[in-house]
């Protein structure tokens, strides 16, 4: 039976869908494609119909997740970003949170490509949350740290045990901190 065009389509994005999900919760290397493919109802032959690699997977699921992101975040300013961000409910859903925390230490170790894709996920996240406010090189530094600061603290609280106070801990002290920073004048 011929597969049309509409769900040769449907399929590569339940296959993006899928990998940006497993890649998060287990990291690149911790999925592999037949796995991926039997997760997303589809065969392992049919892989390589619809990308070159599991890199070229590995970019185009960032970049989706990366998207997902940006639209999730489009209405909030960074108090509520952080805010939902260093929340444990954020912290405890990895395949649907941030790519940053679940993937950028993978990334370094990556293809240019892959870094490329992230470079544009991370401005694009920037850009997102100024909601199209001009900022001053102040400003935007104090953004950048805010950001690298919340990511950095969902990574160090998401290796602490789940019941482990630690792991709240951090979230609560850097949830502070950013907010504090981000309302300094």
Do not use: W
């Not at 392992?44 to 890199?55: C, E, L, P, Q, R």
């Not at 185009?60 to 260093?86: C, G, P, R």
């Amino acid at each position: 039976m011929k597969v049309t065009k509409a769900q040769v389509q449907e399929n590569r994005e339940r296959i993006v869908k899928t990998a940006s999900i497993l890649f998060r919760e287990r990291g690149y290397d911790g999925v592999g494609i037949a796995e991926l493919m039997s997760t997303a109802g589809l065969t392992h032959g049919g892989f390589y119909k619809h990308f070159k690699s599991k890199a070229d997977l590995m970019a185009e699921a960032a970049a989706f997740s990366f998207a997902k992101s940006a639209e999730e975040t489009s209405d909030i300013d960074m108090v509520a970003f952080t805010k939902q961000y260093l929340s444990r409910e954020h912290r405890d859903s990895s395949g649907n949170g941030c790519t940053m925390a679940a993937l950028c230490t993978d990334a370094g170790r990556q293809s240019e490509s892959i870094k490329e894709t992230f470079l544009t996920g991370i401005e694009n996240q920037l850009t997102t949350l100024i909601n199209g406010k001009e900022l001053t090189e102040e400003e935007r530094k104090r953004q950048i740290s805010a950001i690298a600061h919340a990511v950095g603290a969902l990574v160090l609280s998401r290796s602490c045990p789940d019941n482990s106070p630690l792991a709240n801990e951090i979230l609560d002290v850097c949830r502070e901190e950013i907010l504090a920073q981000l309302t300094e004048k």
